[in-house]
């Protein structure tokens, strides 16, 4: 059995590379890569239309993703600010009441489950 070889990106010619990054680029801005899409009779200038396109639908999405991260902190503060008024000592101690009642393995965990920022409590014990 023989393996398949791929060129190098380097080897490919420029409309090589265009599909490879449209491929890429669709996947960013839909979660999937394009099926039943040939591009096979595709210029550079068609690529060039299609990842304008697509580079609106992913800063589209990441606008989206922003706005919904900050308001996932503003939830999140809030919550730890009612828990103080309710008891908790401090920040610190408002978290470790979040980590049990989330059931969360940790501040990683702690904030995938509230939708907040993957490195939201980092340098936070």
Same mark, same amino acid.
């Given at each position: 059995?023989?393996? &398949?070889? =791929?060129?190098?990106?380097?080897?490919?010619?420029?409309?090589?590379?265009?599909?490879c990054m449209f491929w890429?680029?669709?996947? $960013?801005? @839909? %979660? +999937?890569?394009?099926? %039943?899409?040939?591009?096979? &009779?595709?210029? !550079?200038? #068609? =690529?060039?239309?299609? +990842?304008?396109?697509?580079?609106?639908?992913?800063?589209? /999405?990441?606008?989206?993703? !922003? *706005? /919904?991260?900050?308001?996932?902190?503003? @939830? +999140?503060? *809030? *919550? !730890? /600010?009612? !828990?103080?008024?309710? %008891?908790?000592?401090? *920040?610190?101690?408002?978290?470790?009441?979040?980590?049990?009642?989330? #059931?969360?393995? $940790?501040?990683?965990?702690? &904030?995938?489950?509230?939708e907040l920022p993957w490195?939201? +409590? @980092?340098?936070?014990?």
């Amino acid at each position: 059995m023989t393996e &398949a070889t =791929f060129p190098s990106w380097d080897d490919m010619t420029d409309l090589q590379q265009a599909s490879c990054m449209f491929w890429d680029m669709y996947k $960013d801005a @839909h %979660g +999937f890569r394009p099926r %039943g899409v040939d591009t096979s &009779a595709w210029t !550079l200038e #068609d =690529f060039s239309r299609e +990842f304008d396109h697509l580079g609106r639908m992913i800063e589209q /999405q990441e606008q989206e993703r !922003l *706005r /919904q991260e900050q308001q996932a902190i503003t @939830h +999140f503060e *809030r *919550r !730890l /600010q009612e !828990l103080q008024r309710l %008891g908790a000592q401090d *920040r610190e101690d408002a978290i470790r009441w979040c980590l049990d009642a989330d #059931d969360a393995r $940790d501040l990683e965990d702690l &904030a995938w489950r509230n939708e907040l920022p993957w490195n939201y +409590f @980092h340098g936070q014990a």
